[in-house]
């Protein structure tokens, strides 16, 4: 297993980079780095979408909080120039690149500016149901509060209208990066075709 693991170490002596173009002609199978399947021995990653903060835990020692050291290291092996990224929990595209290799700290800055940069529109709020748009309305108001450094109570404080609802509210409570699967289907039902480097983002709350 440490074996395994070394092999995932930053640095160049990888052989070359696929763009977009190698992975159809080349219809390689791209091999996920154990952090992004949550199969790590030694390593959970705590990725908070919300906040941007990364970090995480040795399962066997969940005691004591570890830096994410291994942000350098390569998302896939082999490394291309660009993922792309969807989840059931937005109708959300979010593309990661890196022309020397997208990393695993690549995916983390990327997902989080995409989601705390971006607002939602109205016609894409207006297509959820009532009763998410009000936890939504919610949870916008909840994190704006919470950035001013205010406490706030979910249950019993009225919903501003005029909060602007980023992307990451969307998620109510589903903030924290799970892990990343392969599933050719959805990637056909989301976008009309799948490809090697197109991954399903799970989140949990």
Not at 13 to 29: A, I, N, R
Not at 31 to 40: A, E, G, I, K, R
Not at 57 to 76: I, V
Request: hydrophobic content about 35%; overall charge neutral; some cysteine.
């Amino acid at each position: 297993m440490a074996e395994q693991i070394g092999k995932w170490s930053p640095g160049m002596s990888y052989g070359p980079v696929l763009t977009q173009t190698d992975l159809y002609l080349l219809k390689s199978e791209l091999q996920l780095h154990p952090v992004l399947t949550d199969s790590h021995p030694t390593f959970h990653l705590v990725f908070n979408l919300s906040t941007g903060q990364t970090g995480g835990f040795n399962p066997d020692a969940s005691d004591r909080d570890l830096p994410f050291s291994c942000k350098d290291e390569p998302a896939t092996l082999p490394r291309v120039q660009e993922l792309i990224l969807i989840t059931e929990h937005s109708p959300w595209c979010t593309i990661v690149k890196n022309e020397r290799g997208v990393t695993l700290g690549d995916i983390c800055a990327t997902v989080w500016k995409e989601y705390t940069e971006n607002y939602v529109t109205d016609s894409e709020f207006a297509a959820l149901p009532p009763r998410l748009q009000e936890h939504v309305r919610r949870t916008a108001a909840h994190n704006q509060h919470s950035q001013q450094g205010g406490a706030w109570n979910l249950y019993y404080s009225p919903a501003p209208t005029n909060t602007r609802m980023r992307r990451v509210d969307w998620l109510r409570e589903r903030v924290f990066f799970d892990s990343l699967v392969k599933n050719d289907s959805y990637s056909v039902s989301r976008l009309g075709f799948k490809a090697p480097n197109i991954f399903c983002m799970k989140l949990s709350s």
